[in-house]
């Protein structure tokens, strides 16, 4: 069964601390891995895709990365701004391409 | 663009109600899903349309049916509300279902079956 595990549940960070979320997927024929950001009372907002191990990518403060069974999200000096949850999900081959999601990491990034 | 549009944002229902859930995109993608997120559950797609036309169960279908309208627009019914259908409910739309292309989201509706 297709597994999609998020840690920490909860994060939370001074402002300008650094750190990282992890994602660790199980799914046969991965296709994709995504991030998105969740604002409170708002709908995903996409972030980025991963196609394959050794991928990078960035955006502002944020940059993701892949390898065979997870991902990380590295935010380097994060501001108030970048409080939300973030979600991880994984794209699998086949008939119908499922996208599974994690629950997501909540990080509050305090001044 | 505005993107996913979905309503209504909020609605209470009481156990044997019906309702239905509508949402537009305006980016003219082929793909549409409906999803509902629970605490400590995640996203768990209920029903998706890979194309105008057609349409597919998810994880979790049972008590909700589906309508592609056209292109842009899909609805979700509740023919008869559980209060196990109190949940936070998201209609996304993605270019294509069979490349890579992310899927976008509604801000959501926020069900609550009393």
């Known amino acids: 069964e297709d597994q999609v595990t998020q840690s920490p549940e909860a994060l939370r960070l001074q402002e300008g601390e650094s750190s990282s979320l992890n994602c660790s997927y199980t799914v046969s024929g991965l296709r994709g891995l995504f991030w998105y950001r969740q604002d409170p009372g708002k709908g995903p907002e996409f972030l980025f895709t991963l196609y394959s191990a050794g991928e990078e990518k960035e955006k502002e403060r944020l940059k993701a990365t892949l390898t065979k069974k997870e991902s990380f999200l590295h935010i380097t000096a994060p501001k108030p701004e970048d409080s939300a949850t973030y979600l991880c999900a994984v794209r699998k081959a086949g008939g119908y391409q499922k996208v599974t999601f994690g629950i997501g990491t909540k990080l509050q990034v305090i001044p | 663009n505005a993107g996913v549009t979905q309503t209504p944002k909020f609605q209470v229902l009481k156990t044997g109600q019906s309702m239905t859930l509508q949402c537009a995109q305006d980016m003219n993608h082929n793909s549409m899903y409906w999803y509902r997120q629970d605490p400590g559950m995640g996203l768990r797609l209920i029903y998706y349309?890979?194309?105008?036309?057609?349409?597919d169960k998810g994880e979790v279908p049972n008590g909700y049916n589906v309508s592609r309208l056209n292109k842009r627009e899909f609805s979700l019914r509740l023919e008869s509300a559980a209060p196990s259908q109190t949940s936070v409910y998201f209609c996304?739309?993605?270019?294509?279902?069979?490349?890579?292309?992310?899927?976008?989201f509604g801000n959501g509706t926020r069900l609550t079956v009393t």
């Open positions: 349309s890979a194309s105008e036309g057609t349409t």
């Open positions: 996304a739309s993605s270019a294509e279902e069979g490349n890579n292309s992310p899927l976008h």
